[in-house]
């Protein structure tokens, strides 16, 4: 797995980088990146070997280390020039490829919460329906567009009366959610063991 996107980081950096080295004077010919994948592809293929002394595991471990410092070296020459297109993919890859770690970490995108004077204006309209129908459908408008705290999340569930209605919010708002780390937060919304089971399905689904 490791070899198969290093591999594929080829492909991206050597269109990019073509274009961003400044001809013969480049700081890093192509061929050395090239190189450099060749050689994790060989050495990972030997330490996989079962009959092989310390001494020679060792020393296939600094090539190794080596090969993936040039990987690193090229990343980071990459995000001083500041290219956009092939080069931009590049450099969007986390650094663990080059650490030995085959996982590219995505951007997490923005998910600010909701202001606190529009959540008021949130609040209100929801108090003002009679009926838990019209409740959730009012809240299922909000959360269209809007993320929310834990905080907000346990407020919002607060304004139903019954533990279905609860549920059924929740499954409105799970996705929405900005502060996921504080999750855990919400089971106290629910009394019941059987409703907190219900809402730990719908949180960790």
């Given amino acids: 797995m490791q070899t198969l996107i290093a ?3 080829v492909f991206c950096l050597v269109p990019a980088l073509a274009l961003a080295q400044p001809g013969e004077g480049g700081k890093r ?11 994790i592809e060989r050495v ?3 330490l996989g070997e079962k009959k092989l002394n310390p001494k020679k595991a060792r020393q296939l471990e600094q090539e190794l280390k080596e090969a993936r410092l040039l990987i690193k070296e090229y990343i980071l020459d990459a995000r001083e020039e500041r290219h956009e297109g092939a080069l931009g993919m590049v450099v ?6 080059a650490e030995g770690t085959p996982e590219a970490v995505p951007e997490e995108p923005v998910t600010e919460p909701m202001a606190p004077g529009a959540f008021g ?7 003002q329906q009679g009926f838990s129908d019209e409740k959730l459908t009012v809240l299922s408008s909000a959360v269209r567009e809007n993320y929310f705290t834990v905080a907000q999340v346990k407020d919002l569930l607060l304004l139903f009366s019954f533990p279905d209605d609860k549920i059924k919010a929740l499954r409105l708002l799970k996705n929405h959610i900005a502060d996921t780390n504080n999750i855990f937060e919400i089971y106290s919304s629910f009394v019941h063991s059987s409703d907190k089971d219900e809402a730990r399905k719908i949180l960790e689904d």
Avoid: F, G
């Fill in 44 to 46: 990972e293929k030997q």
């Fill in 92 to 97: 969007s890859i986390n650094h663990n490829i």
């Fill in 29 to 39: 010919p192509l061929k050395k990146l090239k190189a450099a994948i060749e050689k």
């Fill in 7 to 9: 591999t594929a980081l």
């Fill in 121 to 127: 204006k949130v609040v209100t309209a929801i108090k």
